[in-house]
Structure formats: C-alpha cells, structure tokens
C-alpha cells in the first residue's frame, strides 16, 4: 500500500512537471523571421542551436520568460520561423519591453547579458538589420 501511495504522488509530481498550459492573463508574443543561413549551415544546425543553447541563454537572462522555437509547415509562408515569448502577466512582460518594444533599464542589463550568445549565433546566420514580425497576444 505505501509503494501505491508513492507512487501515485510520484506520477502526479511528473504529470503536472511536463504541461504547460495557457492560462487567463498570460502575455504571448508570436515573433517570425527568415534567417539567411551562413554557408554550410543547414535549417537542423540553426534549429539545434537556437533550441539547445540561444534559448535558454535568453531564458536565465530574462526571469519570467520562457521561450518556444517554431518552423512554418505550410501558409502564406511556410519558409518562416518563430519564437513564442510567453510571459505569465503583461506587467511581467513591460518589466522589460516599454510599449513599443523599446527595451526598459531592467530589459537592457537582461540584453548586456546576452554578448556572447549574440557572437554565436554569427556562426549560423547573416544578420540582418531588420526586426523581426511580432504581434503580442494576451490570454483572455
């Protein structure tokens, strides 16, 4: 019985550590782009890297955010690419970006944090000076 009684804590505890789910007041920022790879990069190579080191990079930089990679299957554009920037609240996202995006004091020492995986991502993409294609989109 007590083996039972773990057990079913253990599996509740790993249930409820893997969903994620959307909730009322939640801020989501829908960001697409088209990177233009660096020679001999593939479309896996930049996936990988921005899934396995830019993202949580940019999560530890900015408390509160958690980030998801996205590639377009078929569309308007199915060349395209996104990160979904999930905040709990709107205040939590403004504690860092100003109303029209414009970073606020707290954002910019989050963004002073982020020189070298800036430098890395030169290794997979010519960049580009212009900005990404967001909306930001709160839960009601």
Not at 9 to 37: D, E, R
Not at 62 to 67: H, I, N, R, V, Y
Request: glycine share 8%; charged share 25%.
């Amino acid at each position: 019985m007590k083996k039972a009684v773990i057990t079913l804590i253990c599996a509740l505890f790993s249930f409820h550590s893997f969903s994620q789910s959307l909730q009322k007041g939640n801020l989501v920022g829908l960001h697409t782009f088209s990177p233009t790879l660096k020679d001999g990069v593939t479309m896996e190579d930049f996936a990988k890297f921005v899934t396995t080191k830019a993202i949580p990079v940019y999560e530890d930089a900015f408390p509160g955010m958690k980030m998801y990679f996205i590639r377009s299957l078929r569309g308007k554009d199915s060349s395209s690419l996104g990160i979904i920037y999930m905040f709990k609240t709107e205040s939590d996202r403004n504690k860092y970006f100003g109303y029209s995006g414009q970073l606020t004091e707290l954002g910019k020492a989050a963004v002073a944090k982020l020189s070298d995986i800036g430098k890395e991502f030169e290794k997979y993409e010519v960049a580009s000076n212009e900005p990404d294609i967001y909306n930001d989109w709160l839960v009601e």
